[in-house]
Every structure is written in structure tokens, then in C-alpha cells.
């Protein structure tokens, strides 16, 4: 069965970091990016970046570029997500998510297929 | 940065009867839109893996089309389970990876 399972809840102090890690199963991890999207409590998704698993290449949006770090352990089929200086506003479900696949000129990028079951990470004081 | 618009909002429907939802992007994107559903407390879930085809497992209820720019997903008769936000989703010119806004689909 293909899945991504995340780690759980986690509550943090404003300036603090979280690291939210994607276990894989049923594929082979390193032949698939691996995409982080966040969803604020009542908003829509916003993407935060990709992992490319063999390479170990990023590439994050903007807003999160010198905030966020995306890395992985092929080994263990995980990914991670680590997000510093946490403001309030970063309150909100993280998901990992995999892309189809990669890039191609017929058939553009490939969309999300499997999706973690997202991590509540709550930003108070 | 392509910039994707959905409408409407908020779209009250009734089981049985036929949705549609728009997508529009604001640049040329060819067919290159995914589209997903979500349910409360549940992660996403792909629907249609370009403009007018289903993703495994999807009912055929549930069709797309569009290209270019404008593009709509329709529901032919609602299910009860079909009452979700829907997101949309270019896949045309990464980085960004973009959704649009949602629209959340009630039960009126």
C-alpha cells in the first residue's frame, strides 16, 4: 500500500523551530519528489516547497526562502520539513505530498498523488 | 506566477442534482490543471490529473474540461459524499506550484 505517514502534533513558543517528518512506504522513495503544503485553520493550501529525494535538491517559495530547510534519509524512506522562526501565523496543518511524476514536455508536471495525513503545528505563547 | 481563480466561493447544491465549478488561470496553461478534493480534517485528495481525466478510483460522476485558460469540473449528480472544497491546481510552470482559492460545495 502506498502511503506517506507524518509524525505528529506539535506545539511550539513563537521564535522556535519544528521539524515534521514523511515516512514512505510502498514506493520507492528516492524516485519521487516530494512536495510540502501547509493549510492555515479555515484557509486554502499554500505550497511551501519540493525535496527531490535522489538528488537532494530544493526549491522553496519565496515567502518561506531562509526559513525553511526540506531534507531526507533514503535509508529510512523519510522526508523532513523544518521550519525556523515560527511566527503565529505558521499555526496550521503540514502535509507531505509526492509528485506522479517528474517534469515532461507532453505531460507537464506530475500532480500529488498520495498525501500524508498532515501535522498540526499549533504557534503560541 | 500563475495566479489561479476559482468560483464561485460557496456553491449550495442539493444530492442529485449537477455541479459546476469554474478554474481560471491567468496565463495560458494549456490542459495542464489538476484538480482535488478535500473533506474536513482530511488531507486532499487528486480527482482529475489533468483537465478531463480521472485519477484511479474516481466515479465517473465526476468530469473536466477546459484548456487554455478557463476550466470547469462538473459533478453529474451529487452524492452525499461529494459535499467537499475542491481546489485547483496549474501544472504547467513550476516554481510556484499554485492552487486556487477553493470552492467549498454545501448542501443546501
Known amino acids: 500500500q502506498v502511503q506517506l505517514v507524518q509524525s505528529g502534533a506539535e506545539v511550539e513558543k513563537p521564535g522556535a523551530s519544528v521539524k515534521v517528518s514523511c515516512k514512505a512506504s510502498?514506493?520507492?522513495?528516492?524516485?519521487?519528489?516530494l512536495h510540502w503544503v501547509r493549510q492555515a485553520p479555515g484557509q486554502g493550501l499554500e505550497w511551501m516547497g519540493w525535496?527531490?529525494?535522489?538528488?537532494?535538491?530544493?526549491e522553496f517559495a519565496q515567502k518561506f526562502q531562509g526559513r525553511v530547510t526540506m531534507t531526507g534519509d533514503t535509508s529510512i524512506s523519510t522526508g523532513y520539513m523544518e521550519l525556523r522562526r515560527l511566527r503565529s501565523d505558521d499555526t496550521a496543518v503540514y502535509y507531505c505530498?509526492?509528485?506522479?511524476?517528474?517534469?515532461?514536455?507532453?505531460?507537464?508536471?506530475?500532480?500529488?498523488?498520495?498525501w500524508g495525513q498532515g501535522t498540526l503545528v499549533t504557534v503560541s505563547s | 506566477e500563475i495566479v489561479l481563480t476559482q468560483s464561485p466561493a460557496t456553491l449550495s447544491l442539493s444530492p442529485g442534482e449537477r455541479a459546476t465549478l469554474s478554474c481560471r488561470a491567468s496565463?495560458?496553461?494549456?490542459?495542464?490543471l489538476a484538480w482535488y478534493q478535500q473533506k474536513p480534517g482530511q488531507a486532499p485528495r487528486l480527482l482529475m490529473y489533468?483537465?478531463?481525466n480521472r485519477a484511479t478510483g474516481i466515479p465517473a460522476r465526476f468530469s473536466g474540461s477546459g484548456s487554455g485558460t478557463d476550466f470547469t469540473l462538473t459533478i453529474s449528480s451529487l452524492e452525499p459524499e461529494d459535499f467537499a472544497v475542491y481546489y485547483c491546481?496549474?501544472?504547467?510552470?513550476?516554481?510556484?506550484?499554485?492552487f486556487g482559492q477553493g470552492t467549498r460545495l454545501e448542501i443546501k
Open positions: 505530498a509526492r509528485q506522479s511524476w517528474s517534469f515532461d514536455i507532453v505531460t507537464g508536471y506530475g500532480p500529488f498523488d498520495i
Open positions: 510502498g514506493y520507492t522513495f528516492a524516485g519521487y519528489y
Open positions: 525535496f527531490n529525494p535522489d538528488s537532494g535538491g530544493t
Open positions: 496565463q495560458s496553461i494549456g490542459n495542464y
Open positions: 489533468d483537465a478531463s
Open positions: 491546481q496549474q501544472r504547467r510552470k513550476w516554481p510556484p506550484v499554485t
